[in-house]
């Protein structure tokens, strides 16, 4: 296995095979790469170690206020006030602690994200075609690849078909090079080693199966420190937008609170209490943990997001969701289920029909009701279907069909490993008793040409007597146009104009019924014939036509309907025929009328300009091709547009990267497509492209809820202070007790409300504007009114308190401080909604809010009741009375609006009056 790394592109590739103790058809067992991968290691390159609780811990104590405070307590325990020093170092290490479990939480759930948008690999092993994680592989494995995958490690070719490699990663030429396998003797350069793959390079079409020379730091990417794909972290606009308006309010909250100092000592107060009141105050008000908090959010989001089977690969996707209003989607495989069977055959000028289901290869193919018989050109076209193809028919893991040969047993579920296309026109063969490696056996293929969106078609070169025969498959009107004859039950007639007319007609009725139509057509060669691509695929003889069904999914539609009442427009984009696009729309509840049906012909002879104009009112893209995606992309976002763009291949990356969100398909995707997305489907499903949307709102709404409750907090405790200072009463909070409200009220509360479940009528609201401000939607204004609230109410209070307890400052105190507490707590419930009463959402909707804020209440009670915590924050026990003053202030709000919601509104409804 220890052979010297320039020499792999030396080997002969049963040299390469015994030196790492492989087989190229049965690859490693399952014992033998786990051994190797005990040995080698992880498949990846060396990246930062995982989160550490000790670099968090440090990281709370990074804030500058912080340490400002930690220095006013250290001067405490100078003057010998222990007691208070001794609570402020308790109360900053459970702040400490506390922002340990967010941020902790928040890189766990990253962690896990990279985890999941990991790439995979196909390989060989025991014999069969097995997809892992691309980090498991292990010098010796059989790897396959194709068209959109990134290069999982470096390994030789075994095998290859038309394939082509970019290694701009390595080479930094970003034009594709010709691959293929054979040895190279001496000394070749890395660009020109035409027979080896290299980790991180893209396979640009084709396909080949190689053997894997070396994985993780000993590829050559690993020996210059490349490329590493993980999820992207960096920083969300609004998380920047937050971070400057941060910096605004620290000088805000620094000005008033060093006034407040300069006023206090000007009225005779202690300078060293006024010191310590005003550190106190700053470190209370200033938000500098806000954008922190922000990610806190994002990231707990994300993960749920995540169980709704959306993988978000950068943070500014989330963001960016809650704002799409055109929704960008492919039809198969994402709106439709992606499990096609063949119901239509048309062949020597009649029509078939195809039963059965799924992917089981049992039914009938039917003529005029009769089981038809098997022979002539039907049989020359269901053994076209099975050798003009890729996919593999298993039965409980055993291959019937493709490059690995097995059995067929009873009682075992049959499933299609690779392109749903292909797997039905392979079960559709085995129902008229055609399977592919049986036909194998006799007829070798020579050469394949892959198929690709640009050609629309696929060919390939199988061995027969006397020669050689080319199968050809494709969309119908391209293989027409390369056929001259017609094969007949008579023999082979020239494909004239009334002939070609008759299949079109047949390809619209078969697309009229929402059927995927394919063409199949064949060429026989002479042996001495040269194999070049571009000549193979001229003078074809047409067999036939397949027409499949895909029907739309179930939930398409609700979600379709859903996105409508969000004000989020779907554009359907598809390769298939017009027909076939327009009646699956209609299926979907989409528009379908001429004007909203658009073909990628018609689209290529609009320009920019004119395509912008119509994009507004086209709901369907018929006959498009890969590229056309970002012609459509840029009409959209020329109009205004935030655009969500899904695409599975690699020529969709450049539309995916254009999208101002790229969504990727988890199941059929290419690694190229899932490294372009800002988001992954794991299941291919459009409706969950519509619950991320809404996780997306959900997060944004949470985000602001947090903003408003936490600003609010903060403008009334500077109010109170403020107020008080200015008006020459006395201080109503000790530096400890304003410490002890940031811990209670800044701390479980907020983070419960960071989690909120979404607003059932989240999505029958419009998208919010991608550039809009913090403050926007009025969210200003409400933090300021429910500071000022907050506030006033404390102080009034306090004023009550120093009347009735005739000048007691320590039970006006600690009616100010309960006051305040539970006017926070109350305000956490109103910060729920910005649209409806906190009753409308309901008080037991969010569990860990209600836990969050009955831990707050018993906190606040022990403070006020135990003895060794009343000497700590200096409290007296409240009475009755007292009680119903505290409750009777700090939740006034919340009872006006349970008297408006349970008896007005109700009565308003029963006079005929519309109920708000």
């Not at 804030?63 to 405490?76: K, Q």
């Not at 008080?724 to 811990?743: D, F, M, R």
């Not at 039970?811 to 401080?817: D, G, K, R, V, Y």
């Not at 309901?842 to 906190?859: H, P």
């Amino acid at each position: 296995m220890h052979i010297k790394d320039e020499q792999w592109h030396q080997r002969e590739t049963f040299q390469a095979l015994q030196a790492l103790r492989s087989d190229g058809e049965y690859g490693l067992t399952g014992k033998e790469a786990r051994r190797r991968l005990r040995e080698t290691g992880f498949n990846q390159l060396r990246g930062e170690s995982g989160v550490s609780p000790w670099r968090l811990l440090l990281g709370q104590f990074g804030d500058f206020m912080v340490w400002v405070l930690l220095g006013a307590t250290a001067i405490s325990l100078f003057l010998g006030e222990v007691a208070d020093a001794l609570t402020i170092i308790a109360i900053v290490f459970l702040n400490a602690l506390l922002g340990i479990i967010q941020e902790y939480r928040a890189e766990r759930s990253l962690e896990a994200l990279r985890e999941m948008a990991a790439p995979f690999a196909r390989v060989i092993r025991d014999g069969r075609e097995q997809r892992i994680l691309a980090r498991d592989l292990v010098p010796g494995d059989i790897i396959l690849v194709e068209g959109g995958d990134r290069v999982p490690a470096d390994a030789l070719l075994v095998w290859s078909a038309n394939l082509e490699v970019e290694e701009a990663p390595l080479t930094g030429e970003s034009q594709p090079v010709a691959k293929e396998p054979g040895p190279l003797p001496g000394e070749v350069p890395l660009a020109e080693r035409r027979n080896m793959l290299y980790m991180g390079t893209a396979i640009t079409r084709g396909r080949g199966r190689a053997v894997v020379v070396a994985t993780g730091m000993a590829t050559e990417i690993g020996k210059i420190a490349g490329m590493i794909q993980e999820v992207g972290e960096e920083e969300t606009p609004l998380q920047k937008r937050l971070a400057q308006v941060g910096r605004w309010l620290v000088l805000a909250c620094l000005a008033i609170c060093g006034l407040m100092v300069v006023i206090g000592l000007a009225r005779g107060e202690e300078p060293y209490r006024m010191f310590l009141v005003g550190v106190s105050l700053a470190v209370a008000a200033i938000p500098e943990g806000l954008p922190a908090v922000v990610t806190v959010c994002l990231a707990l989001g994300v993960q749920r997001m995540a169980r709704r089977r959306a993988i978000v690969r950068k943070l500014p996707a989330v963001e960016t969701l809650g704002c799409a209003t055109v929704i960008c989607t492919d039809k198969t495989g994402t709106l439709t289920a992606n499990q096609m069977t063949v119901r239509r055959i048309w062949v020597d000028d009649a029509l078939y029909e195809v039963t059965g289901t799924g992917y089981t290869p049992h039914g009938d193919i039917l003529r005029e009701g009769y089981p038809a018989a098997v022979d002539g050109s039907l049989a020359l076209l269901l053994k076209a279907a099975a050798l003009c193809n890729n996919a593999l028919l298993e039965r409980n893991g055993l291959t019937v069909g493709g490059w690995f040969r097995g059995g067929r047993k009873k009682n075992r579920a049959w499933k299609i490993s690779g392109d749903p296309t292909e797997g039905a026109l392979l079960v559709m063969a085995a129902k008229g008793g055609f399977w592919r490696e049986q036909l194998e056996k006799n007829n070798p293929r020579i050469m394949e040409i892959p198929f690709d969106a640009e050609r629309k078609r696929m060919s390939v070169v199988y061995g027969c007597r006397g020669g050689r025969r080319v199968y050809v498959k494709g969309a119908p009107d391209v293989l027409l146009n390369r056929c001259t004859s017609l094969l007949l039950e008579g023999g082979v007639v020239p494909l004239n104009h009334a002939w070609r007319r008759k299949i079109q007609a047949q390809n619209e009725g078969m697309a009229r019924e929402a059927l995927r139509v394919l063409a199949l057509a064949y060429r026989d060669l002479p042996p001495s014939h040269p194999l070049k691509p571009e000549a193979l695929e001229e003078n074809l003889t047409f067999i036939g036509l397949v027409g499949m069904s895909d029907p739309p999914r179930p939930e398409a539609r609700e979600a379709i309907d859903v996105c409508r009442r969000a004000g989020i427009k779907v554009v359907m984009i598809t390769g298939d025929h017009r027909l076939t696009a327009q009646a699956v729309a209609r299926e979907l509840g989409l528009p379908a009328g001429d004007r909203n049906v658009m073909t990628g012909a018609e689209l290529e002879a609009l320009s920019d300009k004119e395509l912008a104009s119509r994009a507004g009112e086209v709901a369907v893209y018929a006959r498009t091709s890969p590229l056309q995606k970002l012609r459509i992309v840029r009409a959209l976002k020329r109009n205004g547009h935030v655009v969500a763009m899904t695409g599975d291949g690699v020529n969709d990356a450049p539309a995916m990267k254009e999208a101002d969100i790229g969504i990727a398909m988890g199941r059929s995707g290419t690694e190229v497509a899932k490294e372009a997305a800002s988001m992954i489907l794991a299941d291919d499903n459009f409706a969950t492209i519509v619950a991320a949307v809404e996780e997306g709102r959900g997060i944004y709404s949470n985000i602001r809820k947090f903003i408003r409750y936490l600003l609010s907090c903060n403008v009334g405790e500077v109010l109170t202070m403020f107020v008080a200072a200015v008006s020459g009463l006395p201080l109503p909070l000790l530096p400890v007790q304003i410490l002890w409200i940031n811990l209670v009220t800044d701390g479980l509360p907020a983070l419960a409300l960071g989690v909120d479940p979404g607003e059932p009528d989240l999505m029958n609201r419009p998208p919010h504007r991608p550039n809009e401000g913090i403050f926007a939607r009025r969210l200003g204004w409400r933090i300021i009114f429910l500071g000022l609230q907050i506030g006033l109410v404390t102080i009034l209070v306090f004023l009550a308190g120093l009347v009735l307890g005739e000048g007691d400052l320590a039970t006006a105190q600690t009616l100010a401080f309960t006051t305040l507490v539970f006017a926070q707590l109350f305000a956490v419930y109103e910060c729920r909604s910005e649209e409806v009463s906190p009753f409308a959402v309901g008080y037991f909707s969010n569990k860990l809010l209600l836990l969050a804020t009955t831990c707050s209440a018993l906190m606040q009670v022990m403070v006020i009741y135990w003895p060794p915590l009343q000497a700590v924050f200096h409290t007296v026990p409240l009475n009755p009375f007292h009680w119903f003053l505290v409750l009777l202030a700090a939740g006034w709000r919340t009872y006006l609006g349970a008297l408006q919601y349970y008896f007005l509104r109700p009565l308003r409804g029963a006079v005929g009056l519309p109920l708000r």
